[in-house]
């Protein structure tokens, strides 16, 4: 099957930054989505960013000329550089990711999150 492994969340101040990673692992054959959905508390996930095949990108408005996101295809992997922290960007982070299997089977890959807490 696919994994998604992800890395990169902690505590940090209000203006500080994070950099997370994703990097998907299993029986491959190619990645269609990728990205990362957030969920703070009470709340509903909602998307940060995906960059898609042909590298198409959206990020949620919140995030914009903060966060960069991009993918090496080759590895399967995904970082999201996020810079200017703000209380309210604390939540879970998920990677995301639309795989293509070996199998033909499309699947719908959630990572286990990463807690992000910008905090003063």
């Known amino acids: 099957q696919v994994t998604l492994v992800e890395s990169g969340g902690g505590l940090v101040q209000p203006g500080g930054s994070l950099r997370l990673s994703c990097a998907a692992s299993?029986?491959?054959?190619?990645?269609?989505?990728m990205g990362w959905y957030r969920q703070a508390p009470g709340k509903e996930r909602e998307l940060v960013a995906n960059?898609?095949?042909?590298?198409?990108?959206e990020y949620a408005d919140s995030v914009k000329g903060r966060f960069t996101i991009s993918r090496d295809n080759s590895k399967n992997t995904v970082v999201l550089p996020m810079n200017s922290l703000k209380p309210e960007d604390t939540a879970v982070f998920y990677c995301?990711?639309?795989?293509?299997?070996?199998?033909?089977?499309?699947?719908?890959?959630w990572g286990q999150g990463t807690v992000v807490t910008v905090s003063s």
């Open positions: 960059i898609v095949s042909g590298g198409s990108i």
């Open positions: 995301y990711a639309v795989a293509l299997s070996t199998n033909s089977r499309t699947l719908r890959v």
């Open positions: 299993g029986s491959i054959l190619s990645i269609n989505v």
